[in-house]
Protein backbone atom coordinates (compact mmCIF):
# COMPACT_ATOMS: atom_id res chain seq x y z
CA UNK A 1 0.00 0.00 0.00
CA UNK A 2 1.04 3.54 -0.96
CA UNK A 3 0.81 5.71 1.96
CA UNK A 4 1.70 9.55 2.33
CA UNK A 5 3.19 11.40 5.15
CA UNK A 6 2.40 14.63 6.15
CA UNK A 7 4.18 16.20 9.58
CA UNK A 8 3.40 18.96 11.48
CA UNK A 9 4.91 20.12 14.76
CA UNK A 10 8.77 20.54 16.33
CA UNK A 11 11.57 17.93 15.42
CA UNK A 12 10.68 15.69 17.92
CA UNK A 13 7.51 15.11 16.05
CA UNK A 14 9.71 14.63 12.81
CA UNK A 15 11.52 11.89 14.02
CA UNK A 16 8.62 10.05 15.52
CA UNK A 17 7.02 10.60 11.59
CA UNK A 18 10.66 9.00 10.31
CA UNK A 19 10.19 5.96 12.41
CA UNK A 20 6.73 5.59 11.30
CA UNK A 21 7.81 5.93 7.92
CA UNK A 22 10.48 3.43 8.32
CA UNK A 23 8.20 0.70 9.99
CA UNK A 24 5.50 1.35 7.11
CA UNK A 25 8.73 1.00 4.63
CA UNK A 26 10.28 -2.18 6.55
CA UNK A 27 6.84 -3.98 6.31
CA UNK A 28 6.73 -3.57 2.61
CA UNK A 29 3.93 -0.50 2.19
CA UNK A 30 5.50 2.21 0.04
CA UNK A 31 6.10 5.73 1.70
CA UNK A 32 5.55 9.08 -0.10
CA UNK A 33 5.87 12.91 0.60
CA UNK A 34 3.34 13.63 -2.51
CA UNK A 35 0.05 13.05 -0.82
CA UNK A 36 -1.86 13.32 -4.17
CA UNK A 37 0.27 9.70 -5.13
CA UNK A 38 -1.21 7.74 -2.31
CA UNK A 39 -5.17 7.11 -1.14
CA UNK A 40 -3.93 6.74 2.43
CA UNK A 41 -2.27 9.63 4.40
CA UNK A 42 -0.81 9.58 7.62
CA UNK A 43 -0.81 12.91 9.12
CA UNK A 44 1.58 13.35 12.25
CA UNK A 45 -0.21 16.24 14.17
CA UNK A 46 0.66 18.88 17.03
CA UNK A 47 -0.62 20.12 19.88
CA UNK A 48 1.66 22.89 21.42
CA UNK A 49 -0.15 25.97 21.26
CA UNK A 50 -3.87 26.24 19.74
CA UNK A 51 -2.21 28.29 16.10
CA UNK A 52 -0.04 24.47 16.01
CA UNK A 53 -3.49 22.39 16.30
CA UNK A 54 -5.39 24.84 13.59
CA UNK A 55 -2.71 23.73 11.26
CA UNK A 56 -3.28 20.09 12.34
CA UNK A 57 -7.26 20.28 11.21
CA UNK A 58 -6.48 21.93 8.35
CA UNK A 59 -4.08 19.25 6.83
CA UNK A 60 -7.06 16.48 8.53
CA UNK A 61 -10.13 17.97 6.99
CA UNK A 62 -8.49 18.84 2.97
CA UNK A 63 -7.09 15.29 3.14
CA UNK A 64 -10.82 13.95 4.16
CA UNK A 65 -12.45 16.59 1.44
CA UNK A 66 -9.60 15.16 -0.96
CA UNK A 67 -10.78 11.18 -0.54
CA UNK A 68 -8.36 10.56 1.13
CA UNK A 69 -8.60 7.70 3.88
CA UNK A 70 -6.65 9.23 6.64
CA UNK A 71 -4.74 8.16 9.86
CA UNK A 72 -4.30 11.06 12.13
CA UNK A 73 -1.11 10.37 14.55
CA UNK A 74 0.63 12.07 17.73
CA UNK A 75 -0.81 15.18 20.12
CA UNK A 76 -3.54 16.33 18.90
CA UNK A 77 -5.65 12.83 19.36
CA UNK A 78 -4.10 12.08 22.34
CA UNK A 79 -5.07 15.88 24.27
CA UNK A 80 -8.52 15.76 22.37
CA UNK A 81 -9.19 11.91 21.18
CA UNK A 82 -12.97 11.81 22.05
CA UNK A 83 -13.98 15.46 20.86
CA UNK A 84 -11.67 14.05 17.36
CA UNK A 85 -13.98 11.05 17.56
CA UNK A 86 -17.44 12.66 17.13
CA UNK A 87 -16.21 15.55 14.96
CA UNK A 88 -14.21 13.76 11.76
CA UNK A 89 -15.84 10.50 12.14
CA UNK A 90 -14.33 9.83 8.41
CA UNK A 91 -11.04 9.42 10.04
CA UNK A 92 -9.74 6.24 9.51
CA UNK A 93 -7.59 5.72 12.21
CA UNK A 94 -6.05 7.83 15.43
CA UNK A 95 -3.12 6.88 17.47
CA UNK A 96 -1.65 8.34 20.65
CA UNK A 97 1.72 9.72 21.13
CA UNK A 98 2.97 6.35 22.64
CA UNK A 99 1.71 4.01 20.42
CA UNK A 100 3.96 4.76 17.17
CA UNK A 101 5.19 1.12 16.97
CA UNK A 102 1.69 -0.08 16.53
CA UNK A 103 1.58 1.95 12.76
CA UNK A 104 1.94 -1.19 10.77
CA UNK A 105 -0.89 -2.61 12.12
CA UNK A 106 -3.38 -0.57 11.67
CA UNK A 107 -2.07 0.37 8.10
CA UNK A 108 -2.59 -2.98 7.87
CA UNK A 109 -6.47 -3.07 9.14
CA UNK A 110 -6.74 -0.02 7.09
CA UNK A 111 -6.09 -1.70 4.10
CA UNK A 112 -8.73 -4.33 5.01
CA UNK A 113 -11.11 -0.84 5.24
CA UNK A 114 -11.28 -1.09 9.15
CA UNK A 115 -11.83 1.64 11.32
CA UNK A 116 -9.35 1.97 14.77
CA UNK A 117 -8.89 4.26 17.52
CA UNK A 118 -5.99 3.51 19.69
CA UNK A 119 -4.50 6.08 22.13
CA UNK A 120 -3.35 5.25 24.89
CA UNK A 121 -5.22 6.74 28.04
CA UNK A 122 -1.53 7.26 30.10
CA UNK A 123 0.82 7.74 27.94
CA UNK A 124 4.37 6.27 28.22
CA UNK A 125 6.72 6.65 24.93
CA UNK A 126 9.04 3.96 24.45
CA UNK A 127 11.77 4.30 21.30
CA UNK A 128 11.02 1.51 19.04
CA UNK A 129 14.52 0.90 18.58
CA UNK A 130 14.56 -1.51 16.35
CA UNK A 131 13.14 0.70 13.95
CA UNK A 132 14.83 2.39 11.03
CA UNK A 133 14.57 5.84 10.26
CA UNK A 134 13.03 6.75 6.96
CA UNK A 135 14.67 10.41 7.09
CA UNK A 136 12.92 12.81 5.40
CA UNK A 137 15.60 14.71 4.90
CA UNK A 138 19.20 14.26 4.96
CA UNK A 139 21.92 17.20 4.36
CA UNK A 140 24.14 18.34 6.72
CA UNK A 141 22.48 17.74 9.91
CA UNK A 142 19.86 15.19 11.58
CA UNK A 143 17.98 15.66 14.87
CA UNK A 144 18.93 12.78 17.01
CA UNK A 145 16.55 12.08 19.83
CA UNK A 146 17.66 11.12 23.22
CA UNK A 147 14.96 10.80 25.50
CA UNK A 148 10.74 11.75 25.37
CA UNK A 149 8.51 13.04 27.98
CA UNK A 150 9.09 15.19 30.47
CA UNK A 151 8.72 15.32 34.62
CA UNK A 152 8.69 19.22 35.11
CA UNK A 153 5.58 20.77 35.50
CA UNK A 154 5.37 23.95 33.56
CA UNK A 155 2.61 25.81 34.65
CA UNK A 156 1.84 26.49 30.62
CA UNK A 157 2.34 23.26 29.14
CA UNK A 158 0.24 20.37 27.92
CA UNK A 159 3.19 17.72 26.73
CA UNK A 160 3.60 15.83 30.39
CA UNK A 161 0.32 14.72 30.02
CA UNK A 162 0.64 14.31 25.79
CA UNK A 163 3.85 12.81 26.37
CA UNK A 164 3.54 11.05 29.61
CA UNK A 165 7.21 10.77 32.07
CA UNK A 166 10.69 11.13 30.90
CA UNK A 167 11.98 8.00 29.29
CA UNK A 168 15.55 8.25 27.98
CA UNK A 169 17.25 5.90 25.53
CA UNK A 170 20.78 3.76 26.64
CA UNK A 171 24.10 5.59 25.90
CA UNK A 172 24.51 2.55 23.54
CA UNK A 173 21.92 3.02 21.47
CA UNK A 174 22.04 6.93 20.80
CA UNK A 175 25.49 5.94 20.15
CA UNK A 176 24.73 3.80 17.43
CA UNK A 177 22.09 5.51 15.46
CA UNK A 178 24.93 8.28 15.87
CA UNK A 179 27.24 6.21 13.73
CA UNK A 180 24.57 5.43 11.44
CA UNK A 181 23.85 9.09 11.02
CA UNK A 182 27.62 9.94 10.20
CA UNK A 183 27.86 6.58 7.38
CA UNK A 184 25.03 8.82 5.95
CA UNK A 185 27.12 11.99 5.62
CA UNK A 186 25.33 14.22 8.50
CA UNK A 187 28.03 16.60 9.72
CA UNK A 188 25.94 18.34 12.33
CA UNK A 189 24.01 16.27 15.09
CA UNK A 190 21.03 17.66 17.54
CA UNK A 191 20.92 16.20 20.44
CA UNK A 192 16.90 17.03 21.27
CA UNK A 193 14.25 16.08 24.23
CA UNK A 194 11.66 17.60 26.37
CA UNK A 195 14.80 17.99 28.58
CA UNK A 196 18.26 17.12 27.20
CA UNK A 197 19.64 17.92 30.72
CA UNK A 198 17.02 15.27 32.69
CA UNK A 199 18.60 12.83 30.16
CA UNK A 200 19.46 9.42 31.77
CA UNK A 201 18.04 10.58 35.04
CA UNK A 202 15.70 7.46 34.68
CA UNK A 203 18.52 4.70 33.59
CA UNK A 204 20.95 5.79 35.73
CA UNK A 205 19.87 7.36 38.72
CA UNK A 206 21.35 10.67 37.58
CA UNK A 207 21.36 12.79 34.76
CA UNK A 208 24.05 11.54 32.21
CA UNK A 209 24.11 14.41 29.47
CA UNK A 210 27.55 14.68 29.89
CA UNK A 211 28.26 10.84 30.00
CA UNK A 212 26.77 10.91 26.87
CA UNK A 213 28.42 13.39 25.05
CA UNK A 214 31.60 11.88 26.00
CA UNK A 215 30.58 8.53 23.86
CA UNK A 216 29.52 10.77 21.03
CA UNK A 217 32.79 12.54 20.57
CA UNK A 218 34.39 9.26 20.29
CA UNK A 219 33.13 8.51 17.08
CA UNK A 220 35.42 8.84 14.93
CA UNK A 221 33.87 10.38 11.29
CA UNK A 222 31.82 12.38 13.61
CA UNK A 223 31.68 16.19 12.71
CA UNK A 224 29.25 18.40 15.20
CA UNK A 225 27.21 18.17 17.81
CA UNK A 226 24.60 20.56 18.81
CA UNK A 227 22.59 20.84 21.98
CA UNK A 228 18.91 21.95 22.44
CA UNK A 229 16.37 22.38 24.84
CA UNK A 230 18.57 22.45 28.23
CA UNK A 231 16.22 23.17 31.47
CA UNK A 232 18.03 25.79 33.62
CA UNK A 233 18.94 24.04 36.44
CA UNK A 234 20.16 21.02 34.61
CA UNK A 235 23.41 23.09 33.66
CA UNK A 236 26.12 21.44 35.50
CA UNK A 237 29.83 22.11 35.83
CA UNK A 238 30.43 18.91 34.57
CA UNK A 239 28.33 19.44 31.97
CA UNK A 240 30.51 22.90 30.71
CA UNK A 241 33.15 21.08 30.99
CA UNK A 242 32.74 18.67 28.43
CA UNK A 243 31.46 21.55 26.25
CA UNK A 244 34.45 23.27 26.61
CA UNK A 245 36.65 20.52 26.19
CA UNK A 246 35.63 18.82 23.19
CA UNK A 247 35.96 20.52 19.50
CA UNK A 248 33.35 18.20 18.26
CA UNK A 249 30.60 20.52 20.11
CA UNK A 250 29.71 23.40 19.50
CA UNK A 251 29.80 26.13 21.50
CA UNK A 252 25.88 26.46 21.52
CA UNK A 253 23.23 26.00 24.28
CA UNK A 254 19.81 26.51 24.19
CA UNK A 255 18.06 27.09 27.56
CA UNK A 256 14.32 28.27 27.07
CA UNK A 257 14.80 30.60 30.58
CA UNK A 258 10.64 31.55 29.37
CA UNK A 259 10.98 34.54 31.91
CA UNK A 260 13.18 36.88 34.32
CA UNK A 261 10.52 38.17 36.71
CA UNK A 262 10.40 36.05 39.65
CA UNK A 263 6.96 36.34 40.44
CA UNK A 264 6.60 35.14 36.82
CA UNK A 265 8.63 32.28 36.82
CA UNK A 266 6.91 31.40 40.21
CA UNK A 267 3.92 31.60 38.42
CA UNK A 268 5.21 29.27 35.71
CA UNK A 269 5.99 27.18 37.96
CA UNK A 270 9.52 27.77 36.88
CA UNK A 271 12.61 27.73 39.19
CA UNK A 272 12.78 31.37 40.34
CA UNK A 273 16.63 31.41 40.09
CA UNK A 274 18.83 34.56 39.39
CA UNK A 275 19.39 33.35 35.68
CA UNK A 276 22.12 36.40 35.56
CA UNK A 277 24.28 34.36 37.99
CA UNK A 278 23.55 31.17 35.64
CA UNK A 279 24.61 33.27 32.38
CA UNK A 280 28.04 34.71 34.29
CA UNK A 281 28.92 30.99 35.16
CA UNK A 282 28.07 29.79 31.70
CA UNK A 283 29.98 32.53 30.05
CA UNK A 284 33.31 31.95 32.61
CA UNK A 285 33.17 28.22 31.94
CA UNK A 286 32.93 28.86 28.21
CA UNK A 287 33.99 32.02 27.13
CA UNK A 288 33.21 31.78 23.27
CA UNK A 289 29.63 30.34 24.07
CA UNK A 290 26.63 31.48 22.06
CA UNK A 291 23.43 31.74 23.61
CA UNK A 292 19.99 30.89 22.70
CA UNK A 293 16.72 31.13 24.60
CA UNK A 294 13.21 31.97 24.26
CA UNK A 295 10.42 33.62 26.66
CA UNK A 296 6.89 33.82 26.43
CA UNK A 297 5.12 36.94 27.57
CA UNK A 298 1.51 37.86 28.54
CA UNK A 299 1.58 34.89 31.45
CA UNK A 300 -1.49 35.67 33.15
CA UNK A 301 -0.90 38.25 36.40
CA UNK A 302 2.36 39.86 34.20
CA UNK A 303 1.95 43.47 35.11
CA UNK A 304 4.30 46.04 33.68
CA UNK A 305 6.75 45.95 35.63
CA UNK A 306 7.30 42.31 35.40
CA UNK A 307 7.24 42.84 31.62
CA UNK A 308 9.95 45.98 32.26
CA UNK A 309 12.10 43.65 33.96
CA UNK A 310 12.38 40.87 31.57
CA UNK A 311 12.67 43.95 28.66
CA UNK A 312 15.87 44.86 31.12
CA UNK A 313 17.07 41.57 31.26
CA UNK A 314 17.29 40.75 27.81
CA UNK A 315 19.16 44.26 27.44
CA UNK A 316 21.77 43.10 29.82
CA UNK A 317 22.33 39.38 28.65
CA UNK A 318 22.50 40.35 25.25
CA UNK A 319 21.94 37.22 24.16
CA UNK A 320 22.98 35.83 20.67
CA UNK A 321 19.75 33.86 19.63
CA UNK A 322 16.28 34.78 21.37
CA UNK A 323 12.53 33.65 20.40
CA UNK A 324 9.20 35.31 21.81
CA UNK A 325 5.96 33.14 22.30
CA UNK A 326 3.11 34.80 23.51
CA UNK A 327 1.07 33.27 25.42
CA UNK A 328 -1.32 30.74 24.29
CA UNK A 329 -4.41 29.56 26.61
CA UNK A 330 -4.23 25.96 26.99
CA UNK A 331 -7.14 23.53 28.47
CA UNK A 332 -5.90 21.01 30.86
CA UNK A 333 -2.42 23.45 32.42
CA UNK A 334 -2.04 24.72 35.84
CA UNK A 335 -2.24 28.33 33.97
CA UNK A 336 -5.88 28.09 32.80
CA UNK A 337 -6.77 28.35 35.92
CA UNK A 338 -5.13 31.92 36.53
CA UNK A 339 -6.84 34.93 36.47
CA UNK A 340 -5.63 38.63 35.42
CA UNK A 341 -5.46 37.42 31.79
CA UNK A 342 -3.29 39.17 29.69
CA UNK A 343 -4.97 40.83 26.52
CA UNK A 344 -4.31 39.88 23.25
CA UNK A 345 -3.36 43.40 21.79
CA UNK A 346 -0.92 43.88 24.94
CA UNK A 347 0.61 40.16 24.07
CA UNK A 348 1.25 41.30 20.85
CA UNK A 349 3.15 44.56 21.72
CA UNK A 350 4.80 43.13 24.41
CA UNK A 351 6.29 40.61 21.89
CA UNK A 352 7.60 42.97 19.24
CA UNK A 353 8.78 44.75 22.12
CA UNK A 354 11.29 42.06 22.89
CA UNK A 355 12.03 41.32 19.45
CA UNK A 356 13.02 44.62 18.02
CA UNK A 357 15.20 44.94 20.91
CA UNK A 358 16.81 41.58 20.40
CA UNK A 359 17.02 43.11 16.66
CA UNK A 360 19.36 45.55 17.68
CA UNK A 361 21.43 43.35 19.88
CA UNK A 362 21.65 40.57 17.29
CA UNK A 363 23.31 43.19 14.95
CA UNK A 364 25.24 44.89 17.12
CA UNK A 365 26.97 41.25 17.91
CA UNK A 366 26.77 40.33 14.31
CA UNK A 367 29.00 43.12 13.67
CA UNK A 368 31.20 42.24 16.04
CA UNK A 369 32.42 39.40 14.15
CA UNK A 370 33.21 41.25 10.95
CA UNK A 371 37.15 40.50 10.15
CA UNK A 372 36.91 37.54 12.39
CA UNK A 373 37.24 33.94 11.01
CA UNK A 374 35.06 31.81 11.53
CA UNK A 375 34.03 27.99 11.75
CA UNK A 376 30.32 27.24 9.42
CA UNK A 377 28.56 23.97 7.81
CA UNK A 378 27.87 24.40 4.07
CA UNK A 379 24.03 23.98 3.81
CA UNK A 380 22.94 24.97 -0.44
CA UNK A 381 24.94 26.08 -3.08
CA UNK A 382 23.35 28.10 -6.06
CA UNK A 383 24.52 27.79 -9.41
CA UNK A 384 25.38 31.31 -9.39
CA UNK A 385 28.25 29.89 -6.54
CA UNK A 386 26.56 31.46 -3.40
CA UNK A 387 26.80 29.16 -0.40
CA UNK A 388 23.95 29.10 2.45
CA UNK A 389 25.67 28.13 5.47
CA UNK A 390 25.32 28.09 9.40
CA UNK A 391 27.71 29.24 11.94
CA UNK A 392 28.25 27.49 15.43
CA UNK A 393 25.73 30.07 16.66
CA UNK A 394 22.86 28.87 14.17
CA UNK A 395 20.65 26.03 14.73
CA UNK A 396 18.93 25.10 11.83
CA UNK A 397 15.55 26.64 10.74
CA UNK A 398 15.49 28.79 14.04
CA UNK A 399 18.56 31.19 13.94
CA UNK A 400 20.19 32.78 10.93
CA UNK A 401 22.72 31.82 7.90
CA UNK A 402 25.89 33.28 6.62
CA UNK A 403 26.16 33.75 2.75
CA UNK A 404 29.64 32.72 1.35
CA UNK A 405 31.36 33.63 -1.92
CA UNK A 406 34.68 31.72 -2.62
CA UNK A 407 37.99 33.70 -2.05
CA UNK A 408 39.22 31.51 -5.07
CA UNK A 409 38.11 28.76 -7.78
CA UNK A 410 40.41 26.19 -6.43
CA UNK A 411 38.14 25.76 -3.19
CA UNK A 412 35.35 23.37 -4.31
CA UNK A 413 32.31 22.87 -1.13
CA UNK A 414 29.57 20.54 -1.45
CA UNK A 415 26.45 20.63 1.31
CA UNK A 416 28.15 19.11 4.74
CA UNK A 417 31.38 20.59 4.24
CA UNK A 418 32.83 22.26 7.33
CA UNK A 419 34.37 25.55 6.33
CA UNK A 420 36.47 28.35 7.62
CA UNK A 421 35.26 31.99 6.28
CA UNK A 422 36.04 35.48 7.02
CA UNK A 423 33.34 37.85 7.70
CA UNK A 424 33.22 40.76 5.90
CA UNK A 425 29.11 41.92 6.46
CA UNK A 426 26.15 41.78 8.92
CA UNK A 427 22.89 42.57 8.75
CA UNK A 428 20.09 41.66 11.77
CA UNK A 429 20.61 38.62 12.02
CA UNK A 430 22.58 37.11 8.89
CA UNK A 431 26.22 37.68 8.13
CA UNK A 432 28.19 37.55 4.85
CA UNK A 433 31.56 36.44 4.00
CA UNK A 434 34.29 34.26 1.99
CA UNK A 435 35.60 31.00 2.41
CA UNK A 436 39.14 30.54 2.90
CA UNK A 437 39.41 26.92 3.45
Known amino acids: MKIALINHGCAKNLIDSELMAGMLADAGHRVTLDETKADVVLINTCSFIHDAEEESVQSIVKMINEGKKVIVAGCLPQKHKKELEKALPEVKAFLGTSDINKIVEIADKIARDEQIYDVSTNPLYHYPEEAERQQITVGSYSYLKIAEGCDCECGYCIIPKLRGKAVSRPIENIVAEAEKLTKKGVTEIILIAQDTTAYGKDLYGKPSLAKLLTELVKI ?41 SPAILKAMKRPANDYRKLIKKIRKAVPEIALRTTFIVGYPNETKEDFEHLKKFVADIKFDRLGVFEYSLEKGTYSYTLPNRVPARVKHSRKNQIMKLQQKISKELNEKLIGKTIECIAEYITDDGLITARTFKDAPEIDGVIYLKTRNDDIDVVPGDIVKAIVTGADNYDLFGEIIA
Open 220 to 260: KDLGRIRIMYTYPTGITDELLEVIKNNEKIFKYIDIPLQHS
